[in-house]
């Protein structure tokens, strides 16, 4: 168990329609990642929050946006969604905002299906 | 976008010593070297990552060379439980942003 907590675990929505996906960081770390991982393909980097301040963008959709509350804890919403948009979908945390021998850990993922 | 090559796919019999290559010939003296295994759609899990000395953990040992701009990771007595996709990476920075991208990584299946 990484500690880093993600609902909800399996979701299967109808093209056209908004979902949100939550995320609960480890306690204490301050950053919060997504990415993004479809069918056989390798995992895509999202999105990065560091202390509720977005800190670096991927290949986010327009469709997508994401934030940190004040708690830490973040969502990804997902909108307009399309039969492509079905993936599993990965958070993860850190302490620190950058990579210089910060550990990064993930949690289980949240499988969304567009039907 | 990552900065890693690694082979796509490995053997290995169990309980014999994994040994797997990653080339990162770009690295910049400040980029830490980290590596994790996702094992079959579940949440990419940590293994280990280094700088530029060798590193152990439960888990494996780093080998990071001289010049920096390969490494191995070894699992010492590798079992079933070990087959997993095996992720080398390193930080890349784009338009000033830190971001860990991940490769195709090297497939491991450890054979009884």
């Known amino acids: 168990d990484s500690g880093v907590t993600q609902t909800p675990k399996h979701l299967i929505t109808a093209t056209g329609q908004r979902v949100t996906l939550r995320c609960s960081p480890r306690s204490g770390d301050l950053s919060v990642y997504w990415y993004q991982q479809s069918l056989d393909q390798g995992l895509q980097f999202l999105i990065h929050y560091y202390n509720g301040e977005e800190r670096a963008k991927g290949n986010i959709l327009e469709r997508f946006s994401a934030q940190q509350f004040p708690d830490l804890h973040s969502e990804l919403n997902l909108s307009s969604l399309e039969l492509g948009d079905s993936a599993l979908y990965f958070c993860?945390?850190?302490?620190?905002?950058?990579?210089?021998?910060?550990?990064?850990?993930f949690g289980e993922g949240s499988w969304l299906t567009v039907v | 976008d990552a900065k890693t090559t690694q082979p796509p796919s490995m053997d290995c019999a169990e309980g014999r010593a994994a040994n797997l290559p990653c080339n990162h010939s770009?690295?910049?003296?400040?980029?830490?070297v980290y590596w994790y295994r996702q094992i079959h759609s579940q949440g990419p899990q940590y293994i280990i990552h280094?700088?530029?000395n060798n590193e152990t953990n439960e888990m494996a040992s780093l080998i990071i060379t001289e010049d920096r701009k390969s490494s191995t990771l070894i699992l010492p007595h590798a079992t079933l439980r070990d087959t997993a996709v095996y992720y080398c990476i390193v930080r890349v920075v784009i338009q000033g942003a830190q971001k860990l991208v991940f490769g195709q990584g090297t497939r491991l299946t450890i054979n009884p």
């Open positions: 280094g700088l530029k």
């Open positions: 770009t690295i910049s003296g400040n980029e830490y």
């Open positions: 993860a945390s850190s302490v620190a905002g950058s990579f210089s021998g910060n550990t990064i850990y």
